[in-house]
């Protein structure tokens, strides 16, 4: 799986920009602002329906113009290829085309041509709050499980409902029978989700003792996930004892939407311990086992996005991290499909990057081509 070529319009600062790419290594090199992690950012968006780099979509067009164009064409060796088609015009919501059909969101592009960033942006994983980490594993579960995405989104509208009602109470507005309708199916709903997730957290951890297993250095990184409540008629009687909290505090206290997941460095939690190293290397081997998990579930790597990631490592790292991209093989005994942007073509041939496929694309941008 992966994807063969994208067409940009008006997007960032790309005004018109067509790539192709091949199954194997496609090296995108230019100086800073010239829209290399832009790129990465648009065979994202292709996959997920949403950026890596922020939330407000509108940032995402082109000074001066109203509306961005985004095509992907993604191949497979086991299916049809697909033809995704993303619109966004301001002050509209996105649309969203598949193979020509309309989809009614980004439900129906989550998991058909998954992909994985490594990005600057994606530090806060280790270094950020429990929201990070939480918003980091759903993701992948929610890419390697469609019952999943679907149990999360009934559990954020149940959520929803049961805190506008108490912020009713509080406004004088409703009472407490309002609050008690959502309980059972919330419980019911937040009790599946620790059920999927304490499943795929112990599958996780299996993906991530093989990366550090196979790089090849004394590393001891493990994540940490405490047990959680997967009885309903418990966690209902949960809900029941916080009611008078959640009441004065106008949201709920108890439930999924609040884990952590503890990132743990030589047994340790790295984000109060960790170096400026250790969080680098750490978010490197969280994100191959990301690439890992996907694989076992899926039956092949997801495209591997790589954004000026040697610039941050030291040459030793990033060796080992080249050759243990160079054993990792698709369900076709090829290297991953893998893109990478750099800011330096001499350092990057210097650590093996372009050794990974013989099969290799080079791109180089400059300000003057995307104006």
Excluded at 134 to 143: E, K, L, Q
Excluded at 192 to 216: C, H, Q
Excluded at 246 to 270: E, S
């Amino acid at each position: 799986m992966g994807i063969s070529k994208i067409s940009l319009s008006s997007f960032r600062n790309h005004s018109q920009k067509e790539f192709d790419f091949g199954d194997g290594l496609t090296v995108v090199w230019g100086e800073n602002g010239t829209g290399k992690t832009s790129l990465l950012e648009a065979v994202y968006l292709l996959s997920f329906g949403k950026s890596f780099k922020t939330h407000k979509q509108e940032t995402l067009v082109k000074e001066g113009e109203s509306s961005f164009f985004l095509r992907g064409v993604f191949s497979s060796t086991t299916k049809k290829g697909d033809q995704v088609n993303i619109y966004y015009k301001k002050q509209s919501k996105q649309k969203v085309l598949i193979n020509g059909k309309k989809t009614s969101g980004r439900k129906s592009l989550i998991g058909k041509n998954p992909v994985v960033v490594l990005s600057p942006e994606e530090q806060e994983i280790t270094k950020g709050g429990p929201s990070e980490r939480r918003r980091f594993f759903d993701r992948i579960f929610s890419v390697c499980s469609g019952d999943y995405l679907t149990e999360l989104q009934k559990y954020r509208k149940l959520l929803k409902q049961r805190n506008t009602a108490l912020l009713r109470i509080k406004k004088g507005l409703g009472g407490l029978r309002d609050v008690v309708v959502w309980n059972e199916p919330l419980a019911k709903s937040g009790t599946k989700i620790w059920n999927i997730r304490t499943d795929f957290f112990e599958k996780f951890k299996d993906s991530l003792n093989f990366i550090v297993d196979s790089y090849g250095e004394d590393i001891n990184i493990k994540i940490g996930y405490p047990d959680k409540q997967k009885d309903p008629d418990l966690y209902l009687e949960e809900l029941k004892k916080r009611e008078q909290k959640d009441g004065v505090l106008c949201r709920t206290t108890f439930g999924p939407h609040l884990d952590d997941v503890f990132v743990l460095w030589f047994g340790k939690n790295l984000k109060f311990v960790g170096s400026q190293g250790e969080h680098k290397i750490s978010l490197v081997f969280l994100k191959l086992a990301e690439m890992n998990f996907i694989k076992n579930h899926l039956g092949d790597f997801p495209t591997l996005l790589l954004d000026d990631l040697f610039a941050k490592l030291d040459l030793s790292r990033s060796k080992k991290l080249v050759s243990l991209l160079k054993s990792m093989k698709s369900k076709d005994n090829k290297p991953i499909q893998t893109i990478v942007t750099t800011t330096d073509l001499l350092n990057i041939e210097k650590i093996g990057v372009l050794s990974i496929h013989e099969n290799t694309t080079t791109y180089q941008l400059t300000k003057q081509c995307n104006t």
